[in-house]
């Protein structure tokens, strides 16, 4: 199996920056693809941002240009990238990744609120 913990949410000004992170333990040579989603309240959780062990990316529309998807050669860290932040980035942050003969494994999230 493998175990992800996020790290790196906080409060934050509107066009300020944040770097999340996200580590990766246990059987993570398995993992093909990693990525970012977020739940706002009241609302469906929601892709991000993904990284395929091959280093394609995609995002979503609302954060193209202004958040970067990166992970690590050894395949157990993850980073998402926030600049530009808005009220709108305000969300419960979570990382997931895909391996290999294994169900996707979820981390526990972290909260990132951006506020005046």
């Known amino acids: 199996q493998v175990q992800l913990v996020e790290s790196g949410g906080g409060l934050v000004q509107p066009g300020g920056s944040l770097r999340l992170s996200c580590a990766a333990s246990g059987s993570i040579f398995s993992i093909y693809a990693m990525g970012w989603y977020r739940q706002a309240p009241g609302k469906q959780r929601e892709l991000v941002a993904t990284i395929t062990s091959g280093g394609s990316t995609n995002y979503a529309d609302s954060v193209k240009g202004r958040f970067t998807i990166s992970s690590n050669n050894a395949k157990n860290r993850m980073y998402l990238q926030m600049n530009s932040l808005k009220p709108e980035d305000t969300a419960v942050y979570y990382c997931?990744?895909?391996?290999?003969?294994?169900?996707?494994?979820w981390g526990q999230g972290t909260q990132v609120i951006v506020s005046s």
């Open positions: 997931k990744a895909r391996a290999y003969g294994l169900n996707d494994a």
